[in-house]
């Protein structure tokens, strides 16, 4: 939420413009994440164990949790078009073009996921529905026909008081049930794997377990081992 100001003059004398406040915390949050810089740890740590979902969204949240199980563990399928990598490419080393279908990635994290997880049957997938390429019906198959795996997705088809108002909401709803989740598969190239993450450990107190990542050489996922 934007206002004008956050009233900090309590803090630092002064008031804060929240675009400088907004990068301030990201620059902290990234250096904690991906540098392992631990001098704002505490600061970390409060911010993400109480950023809770309001009482509106809880209860989409949890229609949408209740609704979708059982499932044995979430995978983040970033595969949309408007994401400029491949599987295993780094920001680093961005191509000019990613030359693989949605379809090759799906295939290349299915595989992943079977020969490191091989008991896992069922995956709830989050991914961006309006920047896909593909149907979701195709990734369907390609799972099930492939690799033995049953998916299921945010259902959105019935209207009612619970479905997502916009992007927003519909986002909301997929990070909670991620950072939820017992199992989670993703990119450690995404914000939404990483945050995901960060939220688990500050709300549970520990460093989550099970947490794997398709994006990083090799045939199997490697353990996310963040913190």
Known sequence: IKINNYITSRYTGKKL???KLFFKGESIVNEFIKNKNYEHRDIVADFFKYLIPSKYMEEKIEYFISHARPYDAV????IESDWPL???DSWEKKPNEVNSTPLDRCNHIFSKIKKTLPSLKTLYITYDKSALTCSFEDIENLARDG???KLKEKNTTTENEFSPKNALEASIIDFEIAARSDIF???D????TSISA???FCRDGHPPKDRYLYNLPGKNLVPDEKF
């Open 198 to 200: 960060v939220t688990k």
């Open 185 to 187: 598969i993703g990119t």
């Open 147 to 149: 690799f033995g795996l």
């Open 75 to 78: 995978c983040q399928l970033r």
């Open 17 to 19: 413009n929240p675009d």
């Open 189 to 192: 190239m995404s914000t939404f």
């Open 86 to 88: 491949d599987i295993e």
